[in-house]
């Protein structure tokens, strides 16, 4: 039988680690997606910091799931060797929180530049797999992965990234559940629980919604 770990972004209980840390234990939920800390992104922590949280939510239990990163959440216009920085030090925080998970994003703005985004998400995974960690490609609105024809491509085209699949996301999108979970199913890595109505696009607790969850 499989067992289903359930994970969370924490930060949407409580702001400081702390809070956190009492939200994932009042839950049962072992595990952490971390986002931000007390306002801050995990993309903007320092090594120090990194260390600091890390000692305090193995003192607590909690274990890292992944790093829930915003890299590529960006526009396609990015000066690429620039942000390499900016992917580079959320591999070096993923070693930290000893986690090989970092969930990204495939850039805003570039629908049109299909190349460049296939481009520039194999070097992101090139760089990845430097530091034995992996990249999860989320589909999110707006950026290039938001559909299921342009997550296809990616699949199709990026060797070394993962998946996540967002149901709300995709319903935000127009893109039924039916089409999404048939193509997606088993090519996804983890799956987000998030809901919605899709004629309203309103967030309803999982169940209640269109996602088929």
Sequence with gaps: SMMIKLCA???????????????????NIPYLELRSIAGKNVRDFSLDEAREYAKILAENGIAVWSIGSPIGK?????????????????????KIFGT??????SFFHAYEKREIVMAYLQKMADVAKEYGVELYHENEKDIYGDVAKR????MENVQGLK??????NYLQCDQAAK?????????????????VISQTGQLVPAGYGDGMI
């Design 9 to 27: 972004f924490a930060d949407e209980a409580e702001s400081s680690l702390a809070g956190q840390i009492a939200a994932l234990k009042r839950n």
């Design 74 to 94: 960006v526009g396609i216009d990015v000066d690429i060797d620039a942000y390499m920085k900016d992917v580079r030090h959320v591999c070096e925080l993923a």
């Design 179 to 195: 089409l999404t979970l048939s193509l997606f199913h088993n090519k996804t890595d983890y799956f987000h629980i998030k809901d």
């Design 100 to 105: 090989t998970r970092i969930r990204m994003f």
């Design 151 to 154: 997550v296809l491509h990616i």
């Design 163 to 168: 998946y996540i699949y967002d149901p709300a």
